[in-house]
């Protein structure tokens, strides 16, 4: 099936067999490794991406399902060499450990704070709810997710 | 493999016209590609239902909802009509999965799985709703949710039917329902077990209960002698019914041989007080 998509704000044409899971679409044929696969069933969401500005598993979206649609996906954050702000808030929070988690940690709060740029502890917990860090530094990921979102906000007021 | 992504309700009447052998429809695929996470699979014919516009739609005609097979879950648990009229269905959806389900996983994808530890048909029981069922003559029909879904689990739907959707009437300004479930976590969890209560409660009585328990049995089933506690009491006593100790027994009664009855019927007690605080 030929598949046309917006990939990280291009427009890109392949060809994929439409029952390929976008995990494998991403990691295989476009060599965008950030998202990861984790268990492969929607419960750790270390493969979170955006798709449609929504944060969804990519291991649970048949590729077929994207044409003409619009994904994001870690690599596609950061604007012209820049880090985004969720990317610079988690380094300097500390909210890396062995980083297996961090993607789709980040692709999960991007898809809150694109919704809201306020959001209190309680929705940030409720977003990332879905995201397993097993080094367990979930405090820094949500200490990260408020400074993001304060720079995001003052992003948003210049 | 066959595959199509119809945009259009003609195009999927023309593929179930033409297509020959068993059809599988997708929508959300969070129930789908989990099931087959790791496994070779094929279909002979797959039709991914995400791109029917008409299918995402949620609107309120004459008394009643209409509710697009498509619709995510995250999608109804934000509609102030449902979060103000159906507060049991928003609850029930805003409890599905994580973010990254609900905005993936569509009410239709979850009834038509059918699995007994879901959350959204034992809502739909309780509201009394009907689906709409699209056959492969093209023929659009109405069906009760109780008939869709088998007692012995799975659906009635036969090769080439597809959901299209709901119909759930609006209950008046009376009304309220309430929704809770018990899982192994607060959050991202599946049902050991779930309860749904309804009533319209004028003047502090209540009246036109009903009571759904869901994850106990292959089916989710309405729970008749809890209506009847409930009815005719007043709303300010609604915690004195009786209602956690008659679903209690309902529970020995319909679920005896199975190890999980002695930790349900303790926990539905509890679930049974969360609710009707809820209601």
Redesign the interface.
Known sequence: MKLRFILNGQAIELEAPPEKRLIDLLREDLHLTGAKEGCGEGECGSCTVLLDDAAVHACLVLAGQIDGHSVTTIEGLGKDGDLDPLQTAFIENMAIQCGYCTPGMIMAARGLLLKNLDPSEAEIRNAISGNICRCAGYTQIIQAIQEAAKAYRKEAQL | ?N?A?PKELCQLKEILATWEGPCRF?A???DF??QR??KPWR?EN?I?L??LQALRQLRAQEGALYIGALCTH?QIAAEDLIRSRLPALAAACEGV?????R??GTIGGSVANASPAGDMYPVLLLLDAQAMVLDAAGEERFLGIEQLILDKGGTALQNKQVLLGFRIPLPGPYGKSAFGKLGERR??TIAKLSLAVSAHVQEGIMSGARVVLGAAAPKAFLVEEGAQALNGQPYARRFSCGLGEILSQIIQQRISGRASMPYKKEAVKGLAQDVLEKL
Request: charged letters at 10%; one cysteine or more; aromatic letters at 4%.
């Open positions: 493999m595959y992504q997708v959300g695929c969070t590609l989990a996470n790791g279909e797959l991914s995400t791109e995250g999965g994580s973010q990254q389900i905005n993936r959050v991202v």
